[in-house]
């Protein structure tokens, strides 16, 4: 019990001085050390359960609305316009929770530096130190998105080390070399998944996590090389072929497989027996309390809307694209726009007749026309929807698991890197893209063989016809996931929404009737942004890719630099 309160000491004054003090001034976490911690591997999970809270989640619960992992992007729509693609986040004064933190570095590097005092079995410390390499790649992952170039902090320092605490930043690259040396330790300490009894890091989620930052690397310097934003020199294909032999790696495992059926992945409150599934939250309201439930099911459609390009993605079931299918029935009318489709998109979204409610007595309301005060595009999710009534909390459920990692992403990882690399076979497509349409029923792809699709994407650069479609999957396969974001910042892809809009659905009667005076494009398709954004997103391609350091930083430590394009 006197461990249990000294470690939830340290998390307090961890969250304290996180609050209120910079990066530079933080209580060195050796001060509020003492002998009887270290000591076994109890205390090693003890505190690394801490970085586990620093997992996506949803909202807690009393929250309201949970937000949608892709909302503010060109596929999901908030109730208004995102300040990211309209580049209206400015120069913030000081650092946050959000904005260049160092904390949870910081806190990984303790547990680093501690972690070999504890005794007990050889395969459990070596667990937890494994999660310790793993979370501090993760932490170093979610900076490099924000920020490009950062300081590397390979081990914890106190605040005399002033060496440390004015470090300039590191090339990107070199950053990611040091985040690709640390999972490939946490490779080697880590359990397979099938050998842990709780949703804790496995070896496989380190092998994914190390494909997944292996292609972001790889593709960033590949689509903005010759920018400010780029690597001199480097072309990202050392990073690809990391990234596919980190999937292949994962692949040729065979401990994770897909899921039988792909729209029951999402709309689960336990997930531990789900051989897809590599990583992922718990919530339990009823057992642990508030701040363990979640309310992504209470306020639905939780203030999200898909928006017309994110449907028009679906191939129809003849493995077509929509532009040439003969069995395509078009768009404007909610009541038909799953016929013929990739059935992906039923598990997606909502259409007359889908269920809403079961409740307890077993009666069913059914899904009749969406409400645009909450999904302003009219497209509204099926994605982890539960509509079961839970007896336990008398409402729906507060405990809809949140998946973080799966083994269908590494799936396309592999695809995706092999046809950047420019080496891809039909073994590799018949291995990852032609699994996930296997599932769903879905023609293969078959190179060769690939039908011409006049609506392609532009992303302002050419693309083979393989790597349009693996692309293509990758939009289905992970819709409202939460990469979509990442992956316009990857492929440097602003051409697809600077000076745009995002359209919502075709403004039938179904929903006119229900809501009157909503604006409109001249095709009638809903255009919610139209009074915000006459003129479209404002992105700027020259400065916006990067988010900028806080000003306050800059004056504290003068080896920083500012990010391209915000000195201007």
Not at 106 to 134: C, D, H, M, P, W
């Amino acid at each position: 019990m006197k461990k249990i309160i000294y470690f939830l000491t340290i998390c307090s004054t961890l969250l304290l001085v996180s609050c209120n003090e910079d990066f530079l001034d933080r209580t060195p976490l050796d001060e509020i050390s003492e002998p009887e911690f270290w000591k076994t591997t109890s205390d090693l999970e003890l505190y690394a359960n801490s970085f586990y809270n620093k997992l996506p989640g949803w909202s807690g619960s009393g929250f309201g609305s949970a937000q949608m992992p892709d909302v503010g992007t060109d596929l999901g729509l908030g109730l208004s316009a995102p300040s990211r693609l309209q580049g209206t986040q400015g120069i913030p004064n000081s650092g946050s929770a959000s904005l260049w933190s160092w904390d949870e570095v910081r806190l990984v590097n303790y547990f680093v530096s501690n972690v070999s005092k504890a005794e007990g079995l050889e395969v459990e410390i070596n667990q937890f130190t494994g999660e310790g390499y793993f979370f501090r790649a993760y932490f170093y992952y979610d900076l490099l998105k924000k920020y490009g170039d950062l300081p590397i902090y390979d081990a914890y320092f106190d605040n005399l080390d002033t060496d440390a605490l004015y470090r300039a930043k590191s090339p990107r690259n070199e950053v990611v070399d040091f985040m690709l040396a640390d999972l490939d330790l946490a490779i080697s300490l880590l359990k397979p998944k099938g050998d842990l009894s709780s949703p804790r890091v496995s070896k496989e989620a380190a092998q994914l996590l190390k494909a997944g930052i292996a292609l972001y690397e790889g593709t960033w310097e590949k689509y903005h090389n010759g920018t400010e934003f780029g690597v001199s020199g480097s072309d990202g294909s050392s990073f690809l072929q990391q990234a596919a032999a980190a999937a292949k790696d994962l692949i040729d495992g065979q401990t994770r497989s897909l899921n039988a059926s792909y729209g029951d992945l999402f709309n689960q409150t336990n997930l531990s027996a789900n051989n897809e599934i590599i990583l992922w939250r718990q919530y339990d309201f009823v057992g642990l309390g508030n701040s363990f439930g979640n309310d992504s099911q209470i306020s639905w459609p939780n203030n999200f809307s898909y928006s017309r390009d994110a449907i028009r993605s679906y191939l129809c079931t003849d493995g077509l694209p929509i532009s040439v299918s003969g069995d395509y029935k078009g768009d404007t009318e909610l009541a038909t726009i799953e016929t013929n489709r990739d059935p992906r998109l039923a598990a997606t979204i909502m259409v007359p007749g889908d269920t809403t409610v079961v409740n307890i007595n077993g009666s069913i309301v059914y899904w009749e026309e969406p409400a645009l005060d909450k999904s302003v595009g009219a497209y509204e999710s099926q994605k982890y929807r539960i509509p079961e009534i839970d007896a336990g909390v008398n409402n729906f459920t507060k405990d809809a698991a949140k998946i973080i990692m799966r083994y269908g992403e590494a799936l396309l990882i592999y695809a995706e890197a092999k046809a950047e690399l420019g080496t891809i076979s039909q073994e590799d497509l018949d291995m990852s893209i032609n699994k996930l349409r296997d599932r769903v029923n879905m023609p293969h792809l078959v190179l060769g063989a690939i039908t011409v699709d006049p609506e392609w994407p532009d992303y302002g650069y050419a693309l083979s016809d393989v790597l349009q479609e693996i692309r293509r999957e990758r939009v289905v396969e992970l819709m409202n996931e939460g990469f979509r974001l990442d992956d316009l910042m990857r492929w440097g892809a602003h051409n697809l929404f600077v000076n745009k809009r995002p359209r919502g659905a075709y403004y039938e009667a179904l929903i006119s009737n229900v809501s009157a005076g909503e604006p409109v494009d001249v095709d009638n398709y809903l255009d919610p942004y139209l009074n915000d954004i006459a003129t479209g997103y404002q992105f700027n391609p020259d400065r916006d890719y990067l988010l900028a350091i806080p000003a306050e930083e800059l004056v504290l430590n003068t080896n920083l630099t500012q990010n391209p394009g915000w000195d201007q």
